[in-house]
Antibody, heavy 121, light 110 residues
Framework: EVQLVQSGAEVKKPGESLKISCKGS????????IGWVRQMPGKGLEWMGI????????RYSPSFQGQVTISADKSISTAYLQWSSLKASDTAMYYC??????????????WGQGTLVTVSS | QSVVTQPPSASGTPGQRVTISCSGS????????VNWYQQLPGTAPKLLIY???QRPSGVPDRFSGSKSGTSASLAISGLQSEDEADHYC???????????FGTGTKVTVL
């Protein structure tokens, strides 16, 4: 059974750093892209970027380029999303999801349960 | 603001048919396939329709998708109380070089 299990909720202060994780199981982790999606409180879904764990090829949405870092450790089937200096506006639920298909026709077929990040002084 | 727009809400009584529209442009829906996701309250999104009109295993055939030009639509027939959720369309955008989600539609069962 394909599963993506994310790390637990985080409460941080502005300016702090953070790295959240997404562990895949039940499939060949290195052969599928993993994407990250942000959902701010009461708002819609936003695509942040994507990584191919096989060679760590990473693509970012222009809206998130330079704001976050996406990485992966294929030896432990885990993808990461990290911030070097959090802002209050980073408060949101973050989902990881497995990408299936080719670029023009891809979709996210399995999703993690989400990690709630709260940034408050 | 998303470049793909949906009506903020849609509603119907149990058993009715509800249709949700999704309007994009030539760089996204017009040139790439459309997917739909359902997000039940307090849960992660779930793939509902992929490649315009394909249902993943386990999705009831009450849900159907279609696409024409730069627009797409999701139809829910035989509406049930468990269909109350937010629904998002999505597609790759060649100009933005990224995956774009629609603004989302909240379906309410009256």
């Amino acid at each position: 059974e394909v599963q993506l299990v994310q790390s637990g909720a985080e409460v941080k202060k502005p300016g702090e750093s953070l790295k959240i994780s997404c562990k895949g199981s039940g499939y060949s982790f290195t052969n599928y892209w993993i994407g990250w999606v942000r959902q701010m409180p009461g708002k819609g879904l936003e695509w942040m970027g994507i990584i191919y764990p096989g060679d760590s090829d990473t693509r970012y949405s222009p809206s998130f380029q330079g704001q976050v870092t996406i990485s992966a450790d294929k030896s432990i089937s885990t993808a990461y999303l990290q911030w070097s200096s959090l802002k209050a506006s980073d408060t949101a639920m973050y989902y990881c999801a497995r990408r299936f298909g080719v670029v023009t026709g891809y979709y996210f077929d399995y999703w993690g349960q989400g990690t709630l990040v709260t940034v408050s002084s | 603001q998303s470049v793909v727009t949906q009506p903020p809400s849609a509603s119907g009584t149990p058993g009715q048919r509800v249709t949700i529209s999704c309007s994009g442009s030539s760089s996204n829906i017009g040139s790439n396939t459309v997917n739909w996701y359902q997000q039940l309250p307090g849960t992660a999104p779930k793939l509902l329709i992929y490649s315009n009109n394909q249902r993943p295993s386990g999705v009831p055939d009450r849900f159907s998708g279609s696409k024409s030009g730069t627009s797409a639509s999701l139809a829910i027939s035989g509406l049930q109380s468990e269909d109350e959720a937010d629904h998002y369309c999505a597609a790759w955008d060649d100009s933005l070089n990224g995956y774009v989600f629609g603004t989302g539609t909240k379906v309410t069962v009256l």
